[in-house]
């Protein structure tokens, strides 16, 4: 089962580019579709978990940044396959479960380290005028607003997974579960709403994990929180939020 859905790539070795340019833009508007109807069924469910104010309108903006950034990141993909095709990108056999989980502790916490030097950087003054300030214009998210980045945005994180699984030969088993997780951690972030329940953070590790509120009070507060994954980084540097526990705990709690 997992050898088979570990070869399910192979047929892109050697399909014509036209064919590959196909199957990464149906890859990432499915991802794109199912992201926003999850999403959204999740903004339901939580309503009564509101973080922030709910979010004005959909404006035609949103929808043509949403839709640019669909394409860029099948670019991505597409140049993923490209250096794969090329050597440059390798893709382990399958070696057993443990393998797997290594190749996805690896890409979770290279990518989440990664990210948030990125994310830093992208909010020096002379950067975010260029490629971040367009996010941050969207600062009562709703699932959508995953999707509503600079292209030059969409490239820098797409250029460091490039890197990183050039540098990093993961199975491609590994990658998967980690590409998914790394959409479900983008969505929880832009709910808007907090799913997780206030023990979360009682629980050991767990509490490391972030949440819904962690993002949404980035968009709200722009010199901290700039983690994705973990509160690891911003811990070690300083840049969590001193309002993050109380703030959780305002949001996770019932409110009818
Ligand atoms: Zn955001
Ligand atoms: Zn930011």
Redesign the pocket.
Known sequence: MIEALNNLIQPLYTMPLEGVALWVLAENALIFFASLVIGHVAVKIFKSHAITAPPPPITSIEIVLAISCVILNSLITGLGVILWRAGIVQLRPVDGIVGIFVDCVVLFFAMDFAMYVF?RV??HPLL?PLI?DT??RFDNPRPLTLFVLNPFETLGFGALWLVVISIYHSTFVGMIVYLTLNVAFGLIGHLGVEPFPRRWLELPLIRWISTSTFHAE??QD?HHN?GFYTLLWDRLFGTLSPDYTAEFQNAAAPTQ
Request: aromatic content about 18%; glycine content about 0%.
């Open positions: 994310h992208a909010h975010y971040h996010h941050h980035h968009h722009r700039y």
